[in-house]
């Protein structure tokens, strides 16, 4: 009796931590990179979980590529979204003196955000983020 219930302690365990993702585990701070270099470390991590578990390998690795968290950081500094919600007010705007503090304290950049636009447009930070200017 009591190697069965080891066995599904097991058996639970493995399949929690697949249905995870190893990437947003392993990286949160990752989370939200729209392209990148694949880590090699986090896609072996899921394709292990692949190969013993099919059905949650695949939503492994699901649900790395859609956060954005399989990919490795390139030169660019990140921060967890929720970090930079302490930024943002009741009334939805950016106070600019808060986020420069975050980035201060998180990263070590001094930018000068005097000028900084907060763009209201849903796709913005996405066409930001590419390169690409905004259609608002």
């Given at each position: 009796m009591r190697m069965k219930t080891l066995a599904s302690a097991l058996l639970v365990t493995a399949l929690t931590s697949q249905l995870a993702a190893c990437g947003t585990i392993f990286y949160p701070e990752r989370r939200g990179q729209i392209s990148g270099q694949i880590d090699s470390g986090v896609a072996i991590l899921n394709g292990i979980g692949l190969l013993f578990y099919v059905i949650p390998g695949v939503i492994a690795f699901a649900v790395d590529f859609a956060t954005g968290a399989i990919y490795l950081p390139d030169n660019r500094y990140s921060i967890a979204p929720e970090q930079l919600n302490?930024?943002?007010?009741?009334?939805?705007?950016?106070?600019?003196?808060?986020?420069?503090?975050?980035?201060q304290e998180e990263i070590g950049l001094d930018l000068p955000l005097e000028r900084a636009q907060q763009l209201d447009h849903p796709d913005a930070v996405q066409m930001a983020a590419l390169g690409l200017p905004s259609r608002a």
């Open positions: 302490k930024a943002v007010g009741a009334d939805g705007q950016v106070d600019t003196v808060k986020l420069k503090a975050l980035l």
